[in-house]
């Protein structure tokens, strides 16, 4: 089975930054190569929501042509769920507009038992991906 790599200190970013943004969600794209991360791109949400996020058109764009120049691929596409579960929602599900990317999920409780989640989701069915945190 698939397994997305997600370095230590990419893991503790995106944990820190949920947190911050608490609280509402938080988003951004990841990038590296095949479904190895080497590289997170923060977004700034347009809805400042605890239970929705969209990344502005213009932002999106900016980032795909520093993928683009920087000879990266789109890994997955992230954003933190601050009150519920780190699964997808309805509204995940319907606007996953991008079926080859994976989809993290960040919860921002101390507690939670697996604070990153990676999801494929496609054509409204889900499928969990296994996240290994590397060195």
Known sequence: MATLRLPQRLYQTLLEEARRNLPNECCGLLAGHGLEVERIFRARSAL?????YEIRPRELFEIFRTLRAQKLELVGIYHSHPT????????????????????????????APQPVRAFFIREGGVRELPVEVVA
């Open 84 to 111: 519920g579960d780190n699964a997808p929602s309805a509204r995940d599900r319907e606007r996953a507009y991008y079926p080859d990317a994976a989809y993290l999920i960040v919860s921002p409780r101390q507690d």
């Open 48 to 52: 400042a929501s605890p239970t929705a």
